[in-house]
């Protein structure tokens, strides 16, 4: 099953991070990563306060592929580079779809959410009703429900989503339909947390 490393990065020296980011793209292509999101200015809140720096969403063919390429030798070295110039969270999570790596234009839009719960008996109503309106504009689940494995960082999220559309576009005109409207009210009256646009690669 795919697999996703989950990046929200503060860069603190960007000088020594642009030396990071030009050799990072061989070390985990080595591995058969794939680039969704990368870099500053990808993203937008669409719920909540989350608004990350620099945003990265990669996807491995699973999460052991993940974990041997972040703990290989030559990333070892990598990671010393970056955290020498950034501070942030990373995060790798199991997906739900097979890998389909390679398959994308690079021009997808993507929807990341960190929920939290409070209501689950509703909740599940809304997990019920809302495939349906992802499928018919188009869009696909690449992580839903997990609660990820911190690599690096605080962040523990309770329960991630990562919905794939053909375009940023699209993922905004699904999430502002009239079809998504009525379940998005459900899903706020039972969860709370942070939902974020994210523009691909």
């Given at each position: 099953?795919?697999a996703?490393?989950?990046?929200d990065?503060?860069v603190?020296?960007?000088?020594?991070f642009?030396?990071?980011?030009?050799?990072?793209?061989?070390?985990?292509?080595?591995f058969?990563?794939?680039?969704?999101?990368?870099?500053?200015?990808?993203?937008?809140?669409a719920?909540?306060?989350?608004?990350?720096?620099?945003?990265?969403?990669?996807?491995?063919?699973?999460?052991?592929?993940?974990?041997s390429?972040?703990?290989?030798?030559?990333?070892?070295?990598?990671t010393?580079?970056?955290?020498?110039?950034?501070?942030g969270?990373?995060?790798?999570a199991?997906?739900?779809?097979?890998?389909?790596q390679?398959?994308g234009?690079?021009?997808?839009?993507?929807?990341?959410?960190d929920i939290?719960?409070t209501?689950p008996?509703t909740?599940?109503?809304?997990?019920?009703g809302?495939?349906a309106?992802?499928?018919?504009?188009?869009?696909?689940y690449?992580?839903?429900?997990?609660?990820?494995?911190?690599?690096?960082?605080m962040?523990?999220?309770?329960?991630?989503?990562?919905?794939?559309?053909e375009s940023?576009?699209r993922?905004?005109?699904?999430?502002?339909?009239?079809?998504?409207?009525d379940?998005?009210?459900?899903?706020?009256s039972?969860s709370?947390?942070?939902?974020?646009f994210?523009?691909?690669t």
């Amino acid at each position: 099953m795919s697999a996703y490393v989950i990046g929200d990065i503060n860069v603190t020296d960007p000088e020594t991070f642009a030396k990071y980011a030009a050799s990072v793209p061989a070390s985990s292509g080595a591995f058969g990563g794939r680039y969704l999101v990368r870099g500053p200015g990808k993203c937008e809140p669409a719920e909540g306060d989350w608004s990350p720096e620099r945003f990265v969403l990669a996807e491995y063919k699973d999460v052991d592929t993940i974990k041997s390429w972040y703990y290989s030798l030559e990333y070892t070295e990598l990671t010393k580079l970056r955290q020498s110039a950034s501070t942030g969270n990373l995060i790798v999570a199991e997906g739900v779809v097979p890998s389909i790596q390679g398959s994308g234009s690079g021009a997808a839009g993507y929807l990341v959410g960190d929920i939290e719960v409070t209501d689950p008996d509703t909740y599940s109503k809304y997990a019920q009703g809302v495939p349906a309106t992802v499928a018919a504009f188009g869009g696909r689940y690449l992580v839903r429900g997990a609660s990820g494995e911190v690599l690096e960082g605080m962040w523990t999220p309770k329960r991630l989503v990562v919905l794939e559309f053909e375009s940023l576009d699209r993922a905004q005109a699904w999430y502002n339909s009239p079809e998504y409207a009525d379940l998005k009210k459900l899903r706020q009256s039972a969860s709370k947390g942070n939902l974020i646009f994210a523009d691909g690669t």
